[in-house]
C-alpha cells in the first residue's frame, strides 16, 4: 500500500511539472481597448495582472508595482499612485483608469516589484509594454524608455492584421540581447474581465507556449497566426536577489485584427 502511495505521489508530481511547465509566467498590462477612433470613449479601464495568459490557469499575487507609467511625446506620467487592488483568478492584481485624450501613442509601462517563485525558488521581474494609439496618427510606439529591460518595436505593435509579423529588439541595460530566448502566448480573453474572445483549445501542451530566439543583434521575428492579444517575454539573467537567482523578463503586449 505505502509503495502504491509513493508511486501515486510521484505520478501526481510528475504529472504537476508537465502541467506547470507547459504555460509561462507573463505579467500583463490589459487596457479596455487599443485603437481609440474618432468619436469613441476615450477612457481606458487597464488591468495590471500576473498570470499564464493562454490558459489562465493560475495567477500569482502581485504587490504594488514600483511603477507604472505612461509616456507621450517627451513626457512622463506617473500612475503609480492611482492603482488600487482588485482581485482576479484567485490572486492579487491591480487596476486603474486613465483619459488617453488627444492623438497619438500612450506608451504604458510597468515595472513590477519582483515576485518570488517558490516552485523555483527564485524571483521574477518582468518589466513590461502596450501602446494604446488615438486617431490613427504614430508618435510614440518606438521609443526606447532606458528601462533595465525593455523590447523595443521595430514595426508599429499596434493596427497588426493577422498574417503580418511583429519584429523588436530585445534590450537589458541598453544593449541588445544577441540570441534572447522569447516566450510568446496568445491571450485566452474569454478567461480575462472585460476583453472579448473564444475559448482556447491546444493540440498539445507544446503549443500552449511557443519558443523562439533573437539572432545575434538581438532582432526577433514573429509571424502572427491568430487575432487578439499577444504577448511576448524575453528572459534573461540579472543580479540575484537575497542570494536567490533573479530572471529578469522584458514583455510587450499587442493585438492583431483579422482583415
Request: contains cysteine.
Amino acid at each position: 500500500m505505502r509503495k502504491c502511495l509513493v508511486l501515486f505521489t510521484v505520478a501526481l508530481l510528475v504529472v504537476m511539472g508537465v502541467a506547470l511547465n507547459a504555460s509561462a509566467h507573463f505579467q500583463l498590462i490589459l487596457p479596455s481597448d487599443d485603437l481609440i477612433n474618432d468619436g469613441e470613449d476615450t477612457e481606458l479601464e487597464i488591468q495590471l495582472i500576473f498570470s499564464h495568459p493562454s490558459e489562465a490557469s493560475h495567477t500569482m499575487n502581485m504587490e504594488k508595482p514600483e511603477l507604472f507609467s505612461v509616456y507621450r511625446r517627451g513626457k512622463e506620467i506617473d500612475l503609480t499612485n492611482t492603482l488600487e487592488p482588485f482581485t482576479f483568478n484567485g490572486g492579487d492584481a491591480w487596476k486603474t483608469s486613465f483619459d488617453a485624450n488627444g492623438f497619438g501613442d500612450f506608451l504604458f509601462y510597468l515595472v513590477p516589484t519582483p515576485y518570488y517563485e517558490s516552485a523555483e525558488d527564485k524571483y521574477i521581474t518582468q518589466i513590461t509594454k502596450v501602446v494604446v494609439n488615438n486617431l490613427g496618427m504614430p508618435t510614440d510606439w518606438d521609443a526606447e524608455l532606458g528601462l533595465q529591460a525593455e523590447i523595443v518595436p521595430l514595426n508599429k505593435p499596434y493596427g497588426l492584421w493577422v498574417g503580418n509579423v511583429f519584429q523588436g529588439i530585445v534590450k537589458m541595460d541598453g544593449k541588445p540581447v544577441p540570441y534572447a530566448e522569447i516566450e510568446v502566448e496568445h491571450l485566452n480573453s474569454q478567461s480575462f474581465s472585460g476583453l472579448v474572445g473564444e475559448e482556447q483549445f491546444f493540440p498539445s501542451d507544446a503549443h500552449i507556449t511557443q519558443l523562439i530566439r533573437a539572432d545575434e543583434n538581438g532582432v526577433f521575428t514573429y509571424g502572427i497566426p491568430k487575432s487578439g492579444w499577444w504577448g511576448f517575454a524575453a528572459l534573461m539573467e540579472a543580479e540575484k536577489i537575497d542570494d536567490k537567482d533573479h530572471e529578469m523578463g522584458a514583455v510587450m503586449w499587442i493585438k492583431a485584427y483579422d482583415m
